[in-house]
């Protein structure tokens, strides 16, 4: 079946714009995430979504920072008034939370540059 | 609290020859561990993960690693590098099999020289 799909591959937006990165999940995983990667860097946990559960929010680094998943699918990470320091490589995963060894499948990411 | 240490940012090797990455974790509970592969401008791709079965726990393009847990530790071996394992890698612990946190190490880059 198909991976996990995020959209756009690369956006290039100017400081203070509005941006919004799309995940599509793997079909039947429950549990969803986001994290962010900058350059060289190591993965930093953004938020985290499990089936109709009130999402943990606890890595969004500011309110300039939120996320819904709409119909326990489709999740959208919005980054409002973007910043230079944003810019980085947007990852969502996806796991099964029942059967299966539970572990992470990636999409390719969305690279953010902001100007 | 979970942790991951990965020793080495930055392992050069000589193709054909043995890679060893290593990464120790500390986890108050019994962990679940796993390697992932990342190719430039690439997502994360599982290599092979340990879930409390067999200690030594082999992977896809000839990985392995061994749960250690007298010395914490979940080391990613190969005995033949080749050019196409340049990239990063990332240990990451789950502190158990219902647990939600995924804590990554901070990656070791891999370059196989010719």
């Known amino acids: 079946g198909a991976g996990v799909s995020q959209s756009p591959s690369n956006k290039v937006t100017e400081k203070g714009k509005d941006v919004e990165l799309r995940c599509d999940p793997i079909s039947g995983h429950t549990a969803l995430y986001w994290y962010r990667q900058s350059l060289g860097q190591g993965l930093e946990f953004l938020i985290y979504?499990?089936?109709?559960?009130?999402?943990?929010k606890s890595g969004l680094p500011s309110d300039r920072f939120s996320a819904e998943r709409t119909g326990g699918s489709v999740s959208t990470l919005t980054i409002q008034r973007t910043q230079q320091e944003d810019s980085a490589v947007y990852l969502c995963?996806?796991?099964?939370?029942?059967?299966?060894?539970?572990?992470?499948?990636f999409g390719e990411g969305s690279r953010l540059t902001v100007l | 609290a979970q942790s991951v240490t990965q020793l080495d940012s930055h392992v050069s090797v000589s193709e054909g020859t043995p890679v060893l990455l290593r990464c120790n974790y500390s986890?108050?509970?019994?962990?679940?561990l796993f390697w992932y592969v990342q190719h430039p401008n690439k997502g994360l791709q599982l290599l092979l993960k340990y879930t409390s079965a067999a200690t030594l726990v082999k992977g896809i393009n000839g990985f392995e690693a061994e749960f250690k847990k007298s010395e914490t530790s979940f080391h990613l071996t190969k005995p033949s590098a080749h050019m196409s394992d340049a990239a990063e890698y990332f240990c990451?612990?789950?502190?158990?099999?219902?647990?939600?946190?995924?804590?990554f190490g901070p990656g070791t880059r891999l370059s196989v020289l010719p």
């Open positions: 995963a996806s796991r099964r939370t029942s059967g299966g060894t539970g572990e992470l499948f």
């Open positions: 986890s108050s509970y019994s962990p679940s």
């Open positions: 990451v612990v789950r502190e158990d099999n219902y647990g939600q946190n995924f804590v």
């Open positions: 979504f499990q089936g109709n559960s009130a999402p943990d």
